[in-house]
């Protein structure tokens, strides 16, 4: 099976949804957030860092419902667009 390269759009939302993840882990260690959710730290690092800006349903499902965050809210997030950069 050959795997579609992904757009830069879909590289930008991961890189959100990375960022909402983070900040909803606040000071939570990344270890113990992955250990439970059944991840490595690893795996947890690289969707936090948007190196996996697409990861599985049921993983953003488990991380949220971890993390103690709405689906809706991070739909939110990461489809809004980025705010237009203004040049003064």
């Known amino acids: 099976m050959v795997r579609v390269p992904l ?18 882990r606040g000071p939570r260690s990344m270890t113990s ?3 439970a ?3 490595s730290p690893e795996t947890l690092r690289k969707i936090e860092t948007g190196r996996v800006p697409t990861p599985a349903f049921f ?20 489809t809004a667009a980025p705010e237009p950069s203004r040049s003064a």
């Open 59 to 78: 993983t953003v499902v488990a991380l949220c419902a971890e993390l103690g965050l709405p689906l809706d809210d991070l739909a939110g997030h990461c």
């Open 37 to 39: 959710v059944g991840m």
């Open 33 to 35: 957030v992955a250990a």
């Open 7 to 24: 757009t830069a759009e879909e590289h930008e939302r991961g890189q959100r949804l990375g960022e909402v993840l983070r900040a909803a």
